[in-house]
């Protein structure tokens, strides 16, 4: 059985989907979390120089989409064609493109609220309609079961509505899907025991 | 047999590695480049409102990565385990997220030259020297023989000189690699007849 260490910051951030996976797998692992006190000294030795990054087997993989995928490949969430997983990968890099816009590391309030406000009422709405087209009536965003776009949705979802709490809200498909997603036992269980933390 | 149809401006950019995986897999496609003009009213049929897409037999896949990762598992470009798929999809990204990074649209040339050498001096050299750590002497990024990994760094390399000249010339592997990319047959007649464009 492949051991699997995981290392990322005491977030959920770019660790988390990776972390729904796990989870929803009932893989073990360990689920490091470096203090930004040492991240300096730990970070020359991060290929790219980015967390997080996974160990399997004593080969690292960086870049948190590679992770997840290889891990939602190991899963069997990746879709049932190629077709499908091109569809999900698309869908994944489509909400993960929103997330590189927001502003994380703006320092000035004002200008910080300024570009999210623009983010949140010009951009959201072209991501939302068009996940909302893609998942219509279904259970799930691509075939007719869960995959790991559902969860990268409801990971994304937990940490937006931080940013804004009604972002969402005119989607009620796509609020039912969250909550399809967090009702799945075992994912049920990692929200209800995960390290709490704001991000 | 499927049918594909790739459209884009009339540019490489995001479109040029779906483009380079065709042309090695001797796959027929439709082409096609829209133009400006026509982008405002094409725009809001486009999922996303992002180009390229590739309709496959009447399905339309969005986002650049997710078509060419599609075209590379048909193409056998992928790599020979998981292991090596999540290798390449970490490459992938990296490359990407510098692509991303670009100030392709900041109007101001003074700080549009300030952004990009900043980019240059302090970012790449950290791409660079991992991947030319990745790379080592093999002849390829990841396994034993080409992948679309291999076909990205010679599509970023292609844009990126026309941004800074000189930006890889200390790491004589990744040229040496661009070198063997571009000597392949097929891409070298691809590259020889595509339409010249300056990105
Ligand atoms: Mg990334
Ligand atoms: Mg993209």
């Known amino acids: 059985m492949s051991t699997y260490k995981l290392s990322y910051f005491n977030m959920r951030g770019r660790a988390e989907l990776a972390r729904y996976i796990f989870a929803y797998a009932g893989i073990q692992y360990d689920d490091i979390r470096i203090e930004w006190v040492n991240w300096p000294t730990i970070k020359p030795s991060i290929p790219f120089l980015h967390l997080p990054v996974m160990e399997v087997d004593g080969v690292i993989i960086h870049q948190s989409l590679a992770i997840s995928r290889y891990l939602a490949r190991e899963a069997g969430l990746v879709g049932k064609s190629i077709l499908e997983q091109a569809q999900i990968d698309a869908l994944v890099d489509s909400l993960n493109d929103f997330t590189t816009l927001i502003p994380w590391n703006e320092k000035d309030e ?90």
């Open 110 to 199: 004002i200008l910080k609220k300024k570009l999210l406000d623009d983010l949140f009422d010009n951009e959201a709405p072209v991501l939302l309609q068009n996940l909302a087209n893609q998942l219509g009536n279904k259970d799930w965003f691509v075939g007719d079961s869960v995959t790991w776009v559902d969860f990268y949705w409801d990971v994304c979802f937990t940490t937006f509505i931080t940013l804004r709490q009604d972002f969402a809200a005119n989607y009620p498909n796509l609020l039912a899907l969250k909550d399809r997603v967090e009702a799945i036992p075992e994912i049920a269980e990692w929200i209800k025991n995960r390290p709490q933390t704001v991000l």
